[in-house]
């Protein structure tokens, strides 16, 4: 999949594929779940149809995120599902051709409709343009299915929009994922997203407390976007083909005066350097909140009665 990155980047793209038709969506497509699929799975359809690519729009940072930080520089965001490298993979897992990626600001907030279409979608030589049930875009979110049609009747494009997908009588959305997950209910998420709910990352060199107490960790590298976890985890990991079950650990380590999110991974009879490697973490069930102990030693007891805890989970998951 090639990524065109920005606007500023089109004119390479095009230098690499003149003349080339596309089949088009456009939107933040956090999680890529089933409702995204959905869409997905109708510009490659049009692909065939009109012997051409497909391409997909995808805004960062989402909308939320950037409207939060105008209210309050240190405004909690939103969690993601994926942040915007894991949703390139998804991308291209599902075999799309090109990602546009548009960089949510000032300028895009306040562009018109009408001056979207013209810069953005015009900018390349789009045969079919899809979106989904409840797109708006442009200033004020002004933008709609309607104009988008009228458009595509004057310039020979076919303009579509999904209809709704639900689930258990629900509309499929990624804040639906999102609060699944923050409640604990990965089996709902698993049905929205259409896979596990998984979060990947290297390896990275953290601060080696764990050994101090025979309790190695792996530190996950985090992006800066907050993600929907928060706790203790019975987890699976997939290194290298390889299923590895672990605990894991998203938070500050207020035991030890900790402030930056970590993600901390226990990887159960495992212990191999992996410095640098690639690990896919799958989040089975939530055993506890993470808290703050008066020393090493507490901190230690509780860790090895929560290893207890996400082993029988575990092995019960297995099992069921």
Excluded at 64 to 84: G, H, L, Q, V
Excluded at 219 to 243: D, M, S
Excluded at 301 to 315: F, G, R, S, T, V
Aim: proline share 4%; charged share 25%.
């Amino acid at each position: 999949m090639y990524l065109i990155r920005g606007q500023h980047n089109l004119e390479l793209f095009k230098s690499r594929y003149p003349n080339i038709k596309l089949c088009g969506t456009i939107g933040n497509f956090d999680g890529l779940h089933i409702g995204h699929q959905a869409i997905l799975k109708k510009i490659k359809n049009n692909s065939e149809k009109f012997n051409a690519k497909t391409i997909v729009f995808f805004t960062e940072p989402h909308a939320a995120e950037y409207f939060a930080k105008i209210r309050d520089i240190n405004a909690d965001t939103p969690p993601r599902i994926s942040p915007w490298r894991e949703k390139v993979k998804l991308l291209e897992k599902n075999e799309i051709d090109f990602a546009f990626f548009l960089k949510f600001n000032d300028s895009l907030r306040t562009m018109s409709p009408e001056n979207f279409i013209s810069e953005i979608l015009e900018s390349i030589n789009l045969v079919s343009f899809t979106v989904g049930d409840d797109f708006r875009f442009g200033q004020d979110r002004k933008g709609d299915i309607e104009l988008l049609r009228n458009w595509g009747k004057e310039k020979n494009i076919l303009i579509e929009n999904t209809e709704t997908i639900l689930f258990d009588s629900q509309r499929i959305s990624s804040s639906r994922i999102r609060k699944a997950i923050t409640e604990n209910n990965f089996d709902l998420a698993e049905d929205l997203l259409g896979r596990p709910y998984t979060f990947s990352g290297k390896v990275v060199h953290g601060q080696h407390l764990g050994r101090t107490i025979n309790i190695p960790t792996a530190n996950i590298w985090l992006p800066k976007q907050k993600l929907p976890i928060k706790g203790v985890y019975a987890v699976e990991c997939y290194l290298n083909h390889q299923i590895i079950q672990g605990i894991a650990n998203m938070g500050v380590r207020p035991t030890i005066g900790g402030s930056s999110p970590v993600l901390e991974i226990h990887l159960f009879e495992f212990d191999k350097d992996i410095y640098s490697e690639r690990l896919i973490v799958k989040f089975i069930k939530k055993i506890r909140d993470e808290k703050k102990f008066d020393n090493l030693d507490m901190l230690k007891l509780q860790i090895q009665e929560d290893i207890l805890i996400a082993k029988n989970i575990l092995n019960n998951a297995h099992e069921s």
